[in-house]
């Protein structure tokens, strides 16, 4: 690889993506342990918000702290708002179509960026912009397929990993702007510290405490996803978003699917691709891959 790859971030934004791509894989371990998704996301926020707040006092030890304007406070409030639902829609979607498919639909996120920023330049997308959507939304189109998924396709399912794209697109555009005055690691403390509050207020009330109780391999499979595919892909991903340019770290974090897929297949006997699936799958990472070579007007 050149040397340009690994000090653009990129390198960063690839390990934060194979470490991200298990998130799936472990997030099913925990449910089959009778964890809910509800339950899930609030002990996965409260492990991992502490994680975040002393990582960040360790890496910015001995620096000043930067002081957040008013403005900023809303902002990091509105992309912990924006990751709490993607999160939410996410986990449920994990839940209701297997890591698989769920992973695919997540994976729409880089042409949903292409999208906002067109819409945030009033300039509608190149027609090369527009194949690309063309083809993703096709392979999407081929993998919900009825009847052909050997697994379940349910249409709550199909809407929970659309919203979760739509949300995880919006976050990360948003994040962006706020990374370059703030840094990645204090945005990273300040935005799931909201994401915290939200779940805790929107989530807990509704949580029977039965269900907060895990057993020893639910809590177990609960760390590794915390720690290995949540914090530390965390401040890898978003410290290479912060020195990368959006759209190619998009590109690069398209291999997640394949590792989420493949580990899927192997471990999880209920989750099955059919040859129309396989096709869609291509066609989603065929196109999303063909955004490396089509720039954005403002990158010209």
């Given at each position: ?13 690839a ?5 991200m ?21 609030i ?31 809303g ?24 890591a ?7 994976y ?11 819409v945030?330049?009033r ?9 690309v959507?063309?083809g ?23 809407l929970?990993?659309?919203?979760a794209a ?19 690691v ?54 290479g978003f ?7 770290a ?51």
């Amino acid at each position: 690889m050149s040397l340009r790859f690994w000090q653009s971030g990129l390198a960063l934004v690839a390990v934060a993506t194979f470490a991200m791509a298990f998130k799936g894989i472990f997030a099913r371990l925990v449910y089959q342990h009778g964890v809910s998704v509800d339950a899930l996301l609030i002990w996965r926020f409260l492990l991992a918000v502490p994680l975040f707040w002393l990582g960040a006092l360790w890496i910015n030890r001995g620096r000043p702290k930067e002081r957040l304007s008013r403005r900023q406070w809303g902002l990091c409030a509105v992309s912990g708002l924006l990751f709490f639902f993607s999160t939410w829609c996410d986990f449920n979607a994990i839940h209701e179509l297997g890591a698989s498919l769920s992973r695919m639909l997540l994976y729409l996120f880089p042409a949903l960026i292409m999208l906002i920023e067109a819409v945030r330049l009033r300039r509608l997308p190149a027609p090369l912009h527009l194949l690309v959507f063309a083809g993703a939304w096709t392979g999407i189109a081929l993998l919900l397929l009825p009847g052909w998924q050997i697994g379940r396709v349910t249409l709550a399912g199909t809407l929970y990993g659309l919203g979760a794209a739509a949300c995880y697109a919006s976050f990360l555009t948003l994040s962006q702007g706020l990374m370059k005055p703030l840094g990645s690691v204090r945005f990273n403390q300040v935005s799931n510290s909201f994401t915290l509050v939200f779940m805790t207020v929107g989530l807990l009330p509704g949580i029977p405490a039965s269900e907060l109780a895990l057993s020893a391999p639910a809590l177990g499979w609960m760390v590794v996803l915390v720690v290995l595919s949540t914090v530390l892909p965390f401040f890898l991903l978003f410290e290479g978003f912060h020195r990368a340019n959006a759209s190619e770290a998009a590109v690069v974090a398209m291999f997640g699917p394949v590792v989420t897929v493949t580990a899927a297949l192997a471990l999880f006997p209920d989750e099955h691709l059919g040859p129309v699936q396989w096709l869609g799958l291509v066609m989603v990472l065929a196109s999303i891959g063909a955004l490396k070579l089509v720039k954005t007007p403002a990158a010209r």
